[in-house]
């Protein structure tokens, strides 16, 4: 018999609990059949029953597509398996690496091709018992400026023309020294008092300007390159004087460089017949024998001569790639191919002392003038 709610409504018979019940296990008005005759979701519902995927056809979970990190999507079988990807054992091991005992010390990690205090102290320990070196401090020293000079010379300090060229002028007679011509070649003139005139143009002698560099790394020891990057006049752009290097240091050498519109003082400091001492310091790749140090005092010979150092000391107790080297020798690249003939390639090289000079004061790239006495000394040749 049918049962009804108070508001009327037709209630639906319970499920029997009793497995001889001979009440329905289900009610027939929610849509469902007998246990086990369960319609499909789709039978609720009029017209086409459309599945899950988004193009009407239902994927299982392996088909379906998954988002890859650029946002394409790509399916979940095409992905590399984990058994195929790269294994942690294909990795650098740990006893490949090197072992803690064998890493060099804190020091030479951070300053392995530079030089450090103890490397400094000892350059400087270098330079002082050399007993011929002459640290630039003459300010006090007397003049030693020439104040006669040939007629030709001052013409040429001039910039009008070369010697040559200033006699073939003399000789012409348009050379006039205190309102007198001149005509005779070897004539002297006093720098101070006298007054000379080309043409009734008055000539001033050329100032003479020296100035010293801590030149830097990775420029080109040269007055003008159009295949440089950089030159060292490119640091003297404040100069108001026209000058040039004295020597040359290569690209990679660093350390003290001298500039110069006095084309003798140039030549007394380059020429070897006139032996000016250069003091370098150097690091190496390796440390250097004592073996080999013995060789370079002794003298090696290279494809251009035979070469001996002056001097060569170890200047880091710590170090032994780490050396002081004095010579005389203004070959090209003299310092490095030294090291080379006993197989260790320089890997830092800066000069720290030359005829007197040094780069005291200047940090890399700076430069300033010489003194007076500075000037004085290098005249007399008093520098070695």
């Not at 296990?25 to 009029?46: D, F, L, V």
């Amino acid at each position: 018999m049918a049962e009804f709610s108070k508001d009327g409504r037709k209630l639906r018979p319970r499920r029997s609990t009793s497995a001889n019940s001979s009440k329905p296990a289900y009610s027939t008005a929610g849509g469902r059949n007998n246990y086990g005759e369960h319609k499909s979701y789709g039978e609720h519902k009029s017209g086409e029953h459309r599945s899950f995927g988004r193009d009407g056809e239902h994927k299982s979970y392996g088909e379906r597509k998954s988002f890859s990190r650029d946002g394409e999507r790509k399916n979940y079988g095409d992905r590399k398996p984990f058994g195929e990807r790269k294994q942690f054992g294909e990795r650098k091991q740990y006893g490949e690496r090197k072992p803690y005992g064998q890493k060099p010390a804190y020091g030479a990690r951070r300053n392995g091709n530079n030089f450090n205090k103890a490397s400094d102290d000892g350059i400087n320990r270098m330079i002082a018992a050399s007993p011929k070196a002459q640290i630039s401090d003459f300010d006090s020293a007397p003049s030693a400026i020439k104040e006669e000079i040939r007629l030709n010379k001052f013409i040429a300090n001039s910039g009008v023309c070369s010697r040559r060229e200033a006699d073939t002028m003399i000789q012409a007679g348009v050379v006039t020294v205190n309102g007198e011509v001149v005509t005779e070649l070897g004539t002297k003139v006093n720098v101070l008092t006298d007054v000379v005139k080309f043409n009734g143009e008055t000539l001033r002698g050329e100032a003479k300007v020296y100035i010293v560099m801590n030149k830097p790394k990775g420029y080109v020891t040269t007055a003008s390159d159009p295949h440089a990057d950089k030159t060292v006049m490119d640091l003297l752009k404040n100069c108001p004087n026209r000058v040039y290097p004295v020597g040359r240091l290569d690209k990679a050498t660093t350390g003290v460089l001298m500039f110069t519109n006095d084309g003798e003082i140039s030549e007394r400091l380059t020429h070897p017949s006139y032996d000016k001492k250069k003091i370098y310091q150097v690091v190496l790749n390796k440390p250097l024998t004592e073996e080999d140090r013995q060789k370079i005092l002794s003298g090696i010979q290279l494809n251009d001569g035979l070469i001996a150092a002056d001097a060569l000391e170890f200047i880091d107790p710590e170090d032994k790639r780490k050396l002081g080297i004095e010579i005389h020798s203004g070959k090209n690249r003299i310092v490095r191919r030294i090291f080379e003939a006993v197989g260790c390639e320089v890997r830092t090289l800066d000069r720290v002392y030359f005829a007197g000079l040094t780069k005291k004061g200047l940090k890399k790239g700076e430069w300033r003038y010489l003194t007076e006495g500075e000037v004085n000394i290098l005249k007399m040749g008093a520098y070695v």
